[in-house]
């Protein structure tokens, strides 16, 4: 029987012959979407915590913030193996001496890869050819995990993203000439889209060869401007039902081969105004993939 969708948990105990554990790196950096050289504020959704809000506090160093987790998760799932995750913000802007450093901080026992998260806009070849030599001599496996969101440009300026398609589409490319893995982050309810977005959205990562997908549905916060936006009725977001159809229909029109590392992701509840239809990520997870098996369908189904 084919597999409903190319999952994430699955792959990593293929390629690294156990499970795998991901631990999130705060370090006290910004954004040129915060900072004013593309913008201010950040994306209308992002609040001031970035995405890292699981994360501990960025005064510890990259190596306490890895080990301190790697003792927790380690006793907890009797984990070996992690990917050191530079989660929150933009982690390749800023000073090369300084992403240098934290990169080879995290470099210590049982990381078997690191994984940086960053915007298509900020992929610079200097920074590149470091993390390759730096494969090349550790033996560490290097991952970008790009923010896209979706692929329709008057979206991305509604939600003052700062780039378009073309950032997004070099930055693939320039990680490709590297032989890096690449992760998209995507949003597939976002208000201003609708089900041609989400899959057109599918045949260009599809057609870009891109190795990974994160799928996350919109959540809000309370003092950002989308959530002023929402408190305001200036826009309405799908209902639960029509999100997992989207996420099907996603999937169908994805390749096969494309990892998922998540369908719906998770969100801080303190001083939210939306967070999952007020359910939980897993219970989402399930009825998505009640659906896929209702369907009788599977990633990469309708994929040309």
Same mark, same amino acid.
């Given at each position: $029987?084919?597999?409903?969708?190319?999952?994430?948990? *699955?792959?990593?105990?293929?390629?690294?012959?156990?499970? @795998?554990?991901?631990?999130? /790196?705060?370090?006290?950096?910004?954004?040129?979407?915060?900072?004013?050289?593309?913008?201010?504020?950040?994306?209308?959704?992002? =609040?001031? @915590?970035?995405?890292?809000?699981?994360?501990?506090?960025?005064?510890?160093?990259? &190596?306490?913030?890895?080990?301190?987790?790697?003792?927790? /998760?380690?006793?907890?799932?009797?984990?070996?193996?992690?990917?050191?995750?530079?989660?929150?913000?933009?982690?390749?802007? $800023?000073?090369?001496?300084?992403?240098?450093?934290?990169?080879?901080? &995290?470099?210590?026992?049982?990381? !078997?890869?690191?994984?940086?998260? *960053?915007?298509?806009?900020?992929?610079?070849?200097?920074?590149?050819?470091?993390?390759?030599?730096?494969?090349?001599?550790?033996? !560490?496996?290097?991952?970008?995990?790009?923010?896209?969101?979706?692929?329709?440009?008057?979206?991305?300026?509604?939600?003052?993203?700062?780039?378009?398609?073309?950032?997004?589409?070099?930055?693939?490319?320039?990680?490709?000439?590297?032989?890096?893995?690449?992760?998209?982050?995507?949003?597939?309810?976002?208000?201003?889209?609708? $089900?041609?977005?989400?899959?057109?959205? =599918?045949? @260009?990562?599809? &057609?870009?060869?891109?190795?990974? !997908?994160?799928?996350?549905?919109?959540?809000?916060?309370?003092?950002?401007?989308?959530?002023?936006?929402?408190?305001?009725?200036?826009?309405?977001?799908?209902?639960?039902?029509?999100?997992?159809?989207? !996420? @099907?229909?996603?999937?169908?029109?994805?390749?096969?081969?494309?990892?998922?590392?998540?369908?719906?992701?998770?969100?801080?509840?303190?001083?939210?105004?939306?967070?999952?239809?007020?359910?939980?990520?897993?219970?989402?997870?399930?009825?998505?993939?009640?659906? $896929?098996?209702?369907?009788?369908?599977?990633?990469?189904?309708? =994929?040309?």
């Amino acid at each position: $029987m084919k597999k409903l969708y190319n999952e994430y948990s *699955t792959y990593l105990r293929e390629k690294y012959g156990e499970k @795998v554990y991901k631990l999130p /790196i705060n370090i006290p950096i910004t954004c040129p979407n915060r900072d004013g050289t593309k913008g201010t504020g950040g994306c209308t959704f992002c =609040a001031e @915590v970035g995405t890292g809000f699981e994360s501990l506090e960025n005064t510890l160093s990259v &190596a306490e913030q890895l080990r301190k987790n790697m003792t927790y /998760i380690g006793k907890r799932y009797n984990a070996k193996k992690f990917i050191a995750y530079f989660q929150n913000y933009t982690n390749t802007y $800023m000073p090369f001496e300084i992403f240098k450093t934290y990169i080879e901080e &995290a470099a210590i026992e049982n990381i !078997v890869e690191i994984d940086i998260s *960053t915007r298509p806009d900020c992929i610079d070849e200097k920074y590149l050819q470091f993390l390759y030599d730096f494969r090349e001599k550790s033996g !560490v496996e290097i991952t970008f995990e790009l923010g896209l969101q979706t692929i329709n440009y008057h979206t991305l300026d509604k939600i003052n993203r700062g780039h378009g398609i073309s950032e997004y589409i070099d930055a693939i490319l320039k990680l490709k000439k590297y032989n890096f893995i690449s992760c998209t982050h995507l949003i597939l309810n976002l208000p201003w889209d609708d $089900m041609r977005d989400v899959i057109e959205t =599918a045949r @260009v990562i599809s &057609a870009l060869n891109v190795e990974q !997908v994160k799928i996350h549905s919109l959540y809000l916060m309370k003092g950002t401007v989308m959530g002023n936006q929402y408190e305001n009725n200036e826009f309405t977001i799908c209902s639960k039902e029509e999100y997992i159809d989207r !996420v @099907v229909n996603f999937l169908q029109n994805l390749n096969d081969g494309i990892v998922i590392q998540r369908l719906i992701g998770r969100a801080p509840k303190e001083n939210s105004l939306f967070v999952n239809w007020n359910t939980s990520w897993w219970k989402i997870k399930e009825e998505i993939e009640e659906e $896929m098996t209702k369907r009788n369908t599977y990633q990469g189904e309708l =994929a040309k």
